[in-house]
């Protein structure tokens, strides 16, 4: 009896002893997965593009997805290369449809790093995350209403030292070109003025007369010191390259790829539709004019009477 007494008295005390371990393993591990993303030290950095690679060979799905995403919050070029390996950037979450957790995700990761901070393949990817959920279509501000900062940190990006057929600074005209052509066409206010203002950051790319600072808050445009990447210490690293170009530049780039697309598609149509164009027939020579000989005149009648 006494044994059941004791043993019934320590139950709950051994079950929130049990819970409060619990709780400081999960916290521990949630402290050594913050160090390895912040990428500080040598070894962290091994640590991150080991688990990038195990995260790439399961590929892209949705269950996964949020991990890509946290990896590339590294921003380690290290990493990324380990992450993305020989896919597109651009493309890379192509499979995996816009939701507002993803889309209010990227936008924070733009906000986070600086006009010069991130690398080319983190930005690719967040702006195909963008495009994706904007480009041409009304959904996306059904999943996610853009807001002015978020078009202040898509447009900070942009370098004007460069020129605007950049396949980096092209992709960012088109997207602002993309948010204001979709949001000068709806009902509402909000969507105008947020497609007013990305066309005023595209305006003052193009006029030379014109500063970014004029259409984005100089805070924003504020550049930071380049700093060498963390190296890994002992991880087998080589440089992945790409099996085609990410991006390349287009003599038009104003011009929207799905237009381009359509428009070649009905030509190739009706080329099919026309029935084969006859061989113009050779010219007919004319023949040489004969040559006659030229008239009398006849002979003029005698009047009579004389």
């Not at 924070?108 to 080319?120: D, H």
């Not at 700093?227 to 104003?254: D, G, H, M």
Request: aromatic fraction near 8%.
């Amino acid at each position: 009896m006494l044994t059941k007494i004791t043993r019934y008295k320590t139950e709950g005390k051994k079950r929130s002893t049990v819970h409060s371990y619990r709780k400081k393993i999960r916290s521990s591990l949630l402290s050594l997965a913050r160090n390895v993303i912040l990428c500080n030290t040598p070894e962290h950095v091994d640590a991150a593009a080991a688990l990038a690679e195990v995260i790439s060979g399961e590929g892209m799905n949705n269950r996964n997805y949020l991990l890509f995403l946290t990896m590339l919050e590294t921003n380690n070029p290290f990493v990324i290369d380990t992450l993305v390996g020989p896919r597109n950037p651009f493309l890379l979450f192509s499979p995996i449809k816009p939701n507002w957790f993803l889309l209010k995700e990227t936008f924070r990761i733009l906000a986070k790093f600086k006009g010069n901070e991130l690398s080319v393949k983190v930005l690719l990817a967040l702006l195909g995350i963008v495009q994706n959920a904007y480009k041409a279509s009304k959904d996306g501000y059904k999943i996610y209403p853009l807001r002015m900062s978020d078009i202040y940190n898509i447009g900070k990006h942009l370098d004007k030292d460069r020129d605007q057929l950049d396949p980096r600074n092209r992709l960012l005209l088109e997207i602002l070109f993309d948010i204001y052509f979709v949001g000068i066409d709806s009902d509402d206010r909000g969507p105008k003025h947020i497609g007013i203002k990305a066309n005023d950051i595209r305006m003052a790319f193009f006029d030379n007369t014109k500063r970014m600072i004029d259409a984005i808050p100089d805070v924003l445009l504020v550049k930071d010191i380049v700093r060498t990447p963390t190296a890994p210490k002992s991880f087998a690293w080589k440089p992945q390259e790409l099996a085609s170009p990410a991006l390349e530049a287009r003599e038009e780039p104003e011009v929207k790829v799905s237009l381009r697309a359509e428009q070649e598609e009905r030509r190739a149509r009706a080329a099919r539709r026309r029935p084969p164009a006859k061989k113009p027939a050779p010219p007919r020579k004319r023949p040489a004019p004969r040559k006659t000989a030229p008239r009398r005149p006849a002979p003029r009648k005698a009047r009579k009477g004389r």
